[in-house]
Nanobody
Framework: QVQLVESGGGLVQAGGSLRLSCAASGSIFRTNDMGWYRQAPGKQRELVATITRTSSTNYADSLKDRFTISRDNAKNTVYLQMNNLKPEDTAVYYC???????????????WGQGTQVTVSS
């Protein structure tokens, strides 16, 4: 089994910062692309940022100036540094990873359980 466990969410005032972490554990041969998505109340889940194993990144256009994604391959962990947070960033943030469980296994997508980020005005 593979698990993605997120941490670092919470309540912060507008203009503040948070750093989210997501660690993948279990039967993992290799972790490929990892990323973060978010879902605000009443809205669809949307892309925040993704990062390849070689650290090529992709961001939602509206977030690239304030958010930074990074990863530690040795720890199978992805991070999201969020700066200058705004009330509209309030959402549940979900970690996402494409993982190989073996050399001949299929690439499988896994999701974390989500971590709440609330930004007060």
């Amino acid at each position: 089994q593979v698990q993605l466990v997120e941490s670092g969410g919470g309540l912060v005032q507008a203009g503040g910062s948070l750093r989210l972490s997501c660690a993948a554990s279990g039967s993992i041969f290799r972790t490929n692309d990892m990323g973060w998505y978010r879902q605000a109340p009443g809205k669809q889940r949307e892309l925040v940022a993704t990062i390849t194993r070689t650290s090529s990144t992709n961001y939602a256009d509206s977030l690239k100036d304030r958010f930074t994604i990074s990863r530690d391959n040795a720890k199978n962990t992805v991070y999201l540094q969020m700066n200058n947070l705004k009330p509209e960033d309030t959402a549940v943030y979900y970690c996402h990873a494409k993982i190989l469980r073996g050399l001949t296994a299929a690439l499988t997508v896994y999701w974390g359980q989500g971590t709440q980020v609330t930004v007060s005005s």
